[in-house]
């Protein structure tokens, strides 16, 4: 079975820029998560949905930041203007579940984008 | 508040050597989950273990054993004869209801195994 697939798992690009990054969850998942990663802050949620209805956007740093689940099997974040200190690797993981039967809140992640803005 | 400590940034050791990551958490509630994930150099996150707060069995997987105490609030995990390709960052991570759904990651701990 295939795992989350994240597009592109590289992005540079310049201060300003509009920048997109792309989630596949594992198919039947319904729950997708947004998290990022800093060496300053380690690993921390920016927002999760359940069946595509974002629930808690509360990690989402700044307006610039926004993320949209339009089916099942796909979700962006965006960032609108990008800076250099969005600098960070975003990973996407998904859960069958919150709690429920052993395993189904178990969160499966990822490969990552490493973004670097300059 | 959540909180989860790896309390050991870097560790290094010789193949074939035996290593415990140490992770201590705070939490309020009754019930939580508790789980440790593999990040290889190569950057993705594996998921390895997912322990609920009713279950202080420990657990043994190849090479890799667990134990979960409540009492100190620890859930370690233990690498016997390690081998190069354990090298990474683990992270120990937990979930409890005043978390919702967010995973509550400790700082990671980096192990580096030499030959």
């Known amino acids: 079975d295939a795992g989350v697939i994240q597009s592109p798992r590289h992005e540079v690009t310049e201060m300003g820029q509009e920048v997109t990054l792309r989630c596949k969850p594992i198919?039947?998942?319904?729950?997708l998560f947004w998290y990022r990663q800093t060496m300053m802050r380690g690993l921390e949620l920016l927002i999760y949905?359940?069946?595509?209805?974002?629930?808690?956007d509360s990690g989402m740093p700044e307006d610039r930041f926004s993320a949209k689940m339009p089916n099942a099997s796909f979700s962006t974040l965006k960032i609108q203007p990008s800076e250099p200190r969005d600098s960070a690797v975003y990973f996407c993981?998904?859960?069958?579940?919150?709690?429920?039967?052993?395993?189904?809140?178990?969160?499966?992640f990822g490969p990552g984008t490493r973004l670097l803005v300059l | 508040a959540q909180k989860v400590t790896q309390a050991q940034t870097e560790i290094s050791v010789v193949e074939k050597e035996d290593v415990t990551l140490d992770c201590v958490y705070e939490t309020r509630d009754t019930t939580y989950y508790l789980f440790w994930y593999k990040q290889p150099p190569s950057g993705e996150l594996v998921f390895l273990i997912r322990?609920?707060?009713?279950?202080?069995q420990n657990e043994i997987s190849g090479r890799y054993s667990w134990n979960f105490q409540k009492s100190t609030s620890s859930f370690n995990f233990t690498i016997t004869a390690s081998q190069v390709v354990d090298s990474a960052v683990y992270f120990c991570a937990l979930s409890d209801d005043q978390a919702g759904t967010a995973l509550i990651f400790g700082k990671g701990t980096t192990l580096s195994v030499s030959s």
């Open positions: 322990r609920n707060s009713f279950d202080e």
């Open positions: 949905f359940n069946n595509n209805v974002p629930i808690d």
């Open positions: 198919s039947g998942h319904d729950y």
């Open positions: 993981a998904s859960s069958l579940a919150l709690r429920g039967r052993v395993g189904e809140e178990t969160q499966y």
